[in-house]
Each structure stands twice: as C-alpha cells, then as structure tokens.
C-alpha cells in the first residue's frame, strides 16, 4: 500500500495522553503523534535517529541539555540513544516524527 489517511489508522498509546499512527516501509517511520494539553512524555532514548515537526499546539521539548519551547511549523532532530522528554502546553498538539530504522515496538 502506498498512500494513507492517517483518520483512518488506528493509534498506540505510548502514554498517558500521547498517542501515534505510525506508517512503515522497510526504513522508515513515519508517526502522526496527538498530544493532550499538559501530557508528559518522560526522559527517554532508544537508537533510532528521529526528526520532527510540531503540526499544531505549543510544547516544550528537552533533547540531551537543551530545552526549547517549540510551537507550528518548528523542527527538531534526536540523534540516536540521546536523551529527550516533552511537556505539552495547555492545548492540544500534533507532531509528525520520522524514525529510522523503523521502531520495532511501535509496529502494530
């Protein structure tokens, strides 16, 4: 299959108020991520390089020991095994993140 309307994917929860379409090929993620106001995605790391884009709504990320707030239209890229964490604002926001290699544990 080659193209997607992420409306009709169904989501995985990573945590509480933060949920992920993910879409694959081989090498690649593609995730659409819906955050709920003041969600918290805790410190973390995992191998996979990760990119970014805010779609929607304000948050503030932390990426090793920089901490930035970020709003629409703002980029980010994780190298891999470094760690990050976000705090959403107190509205709702979208990210779309590009993984690679594809994360195994967020196929479904």
Known sequence: MYFYNPVDRG?????AGIRA???????IMLAVVD???DAILP??????EQAGIVIRGELTMTIADETR???QGD???IPGNTEHSVIVGTAPA???????????DMRY
């Open 11 to 15: 989501y995985k929860e990573i945590v």
């Open 21 to 27: 379409r993910t879409f694959w090929c081989e090498k």
């Open 43 to 48: 410190n973390h790391k995992h191998p996979h």
């Open 69 to 71: 707030g970020l709003k």
């Open 35 to 37: 955050l709920d106001p």
């Open 94 to 104: 979208q990210l779309l993140d590009i993984f690679t290699p594809v994360r195994e």
């Open 75 to 77: 980029l980010y890229m």
